[in-house]
């Protein structure tokens, strides 16, 4: 399988993502809002993109789906509950189903609501594997809920699903958020050395060529992924006093959510 991130270069800081099965050179275009980038790159590679996927409803991860179907008839697919939000879908996932592409890729499609509640990650059958993951989860952080989602089920998706992924899972988002993202987790958690010596790492990294992280690492530099941390607890009541001395992780997560909106 062979995986081309895309930095689009917008003001938005979106990836697209081109799967590719290295034997028949067809290929998914994932999210693929800078079509020209997408289609140009396909041509210059001799690839054929035969499907399109959109992650989720939002117009800057859809809004190239036109101009790429109309020069490559790909076929498009997304979460079965989008079929009103995404203009021409031609199949709806649901949590299981497997997309094939070519002769050898293999990716199974997860439901993952909290960002929006018709989001679908996909997650690649390979020895290592990748999770493409939109706005559920990014580089250092978690998606928003400001249209159409809910923190309670993004702490679910993040709970049930991606914590429990191998630890070598590749991280494959649909944003370059990863600097504002490590200082929010440095805010919540001073002390974090891991946090610390990535951002000087990558904090003038080119996302031409990006960093990408595994749920290994996530778990080290994610607040998100730190539910039960003392400094971030410490650090949370500090904002919310009337939260208990040992909360649950659901209710770190949501207060963790709810500063990172306005942060």
């Known amino acids: ?7 689009t270069g917008n003001n ?6 081109l799967i590719v ?8 275009a994932v999210d693929p809002l800078d079509h020209i980038k997408c289609l140009g790159l396909a041509k210059e590679k001799g690839w054929e993109i035969t499907h399109v996927l959109n992650t989720h409803e939002h117009g800057d991860h859809t809004g190239g789906n036109q101009a790429v179907i109309e020069a490559t ?14 203009d021409g879908m031609d199949l709806g996932l649901k949590a299981g189903d497997v997309i094939k592409i070519g002769k050898s890729v293999e990716l199974e499609a997860l439901d993952t609501p909290g960002h929006t509640m018709s989001h679908v990650c996909l997650l690649s059958q390979t020895d290592t594997p990748a999770l493409f993951c939109g706005d559920t989860l990014f580089n250092a952080g978690a998606g928003n ?3 159409g989602g809910h923190p309670n089920e993004l702490y679910m998706t993040f709970a049930s699903q991606l914590a429990k992924l191998p630890s070598n899972t590749l991280i494959y988002p649909g944003h370059d958020y990863i600097v504002n993202n490590l200082q929010f987790t440095l805010d919540r958690e001073p002390n974090n ?3 610390q010596v990535l951002l000087k790492d990558i904090e003038q990294q080119n996302p031409d060529n990006a960093l990408v992280t595994s749920i290994e690492q996530e778990k080290s530099i994610n607040t998100f992924f730190r539910l039960n941390n003392d400094e971030v607890i410490e650090n949370l009541r ?4 009337d939260m208990p001395a040992k909360p649950d992780e659901k209710t770190v997560f949501v207060a963790l959510r709810e500063l990172r909106n306005s942060w």
């Not at 099965?21 to 998914?28: D, M, N, V, Y």
């Not at 008839?73 to 995404?86: D, F, M, P, T």
């Open 1 to 7: 399988m062979i995986i081309e991130q895309i930095w």
């Open 193 to 195: 050395t891991a946090a």
């Open 238 to 241: 500090a904002k919310f006093p």
């Open 73 to 86: 008839g790909a076929k498009l697919l997304a979460h079965e509950n989008a079929k009103e939000s995404i």
């Open 12 to 17: 938005w800081r979106n990836f697209n993502y």
């Open 21 to 28: 099965c290295p034997e028949s050179g067809q290929a998914l």
């Open 145 to 147: 809920c400001h249209n």
